[in-house]
C-alpha cells in the first residue's frame, strides 16, 4: 500500500526570500535526486508543494507544504531514514528552518 508523507515547515522569521525559494525547490528536486538503492531509479512517486494560501487562519505559524507518496512503507523508512539525498537535503535547512511537522498516513487505515 502507499503511503503519503505531508511536511509542513515554518520558516525562521529571519530567513531570506531567495534561500526559502531555494529550499523549496531543493524540497521538490528530492524527486528526481533520491534514487532507490536496489532498482537505482528514482523512487518517489508524486512530490508537489508550495506556499501556503489558505484563507482559514489556522496555519499556526506554517509557512509552506509538501506531499510526497512512495509506493510503500519501505520506500518512505528508507526515505527517511538512510537516502543520501533526503538527509543532505534535511542538513541544507537546519539554519532557516524553524519548526517542521511530518504526518504520514496510508490512504484509509483510520
Known amino acids: 500500500m502507499s503511503v503519503t508523507h505531508t511536511v509542513l515547515f515554518q520558516f525562521k522569521a529571519a530567513a531570506k526570500s531567495d534561500d526559502v525559494t531555494a529550499a523549496c525547490a531543493r524540497f521538490l528536486a528530492l524527486k528526481q535526486d533520491c534514487i532507490h538503492p536496489t532498482t537505482q531509479t528514482p523512487y518517489i512517486l508524486s512530490l508537489k ?37 533526503h538527509k543532505a537535503f534535511v542538513k541544507s535547512i537546519g539554519d532557516i528552518v524553524d519548526k517542521a511537522i511530518v504526518v504520514d498516513f496510508t490512504n484509509g487505515v483510520y
Open 49 to 85: 508543494g508550495g506556499k501556503d494560501n489558505s484563507i482559514e487562519g489556522l496555519q499556526n505559524g506554517v509557512t509552506h507544504g509538501f506531499v510526497v507518496e512512495f509506493a510503500s512503507a519501505d520506500d518512505r523508512d528508507y526515505y527517511v531514514g538512510a537516502d543520501p539525498a
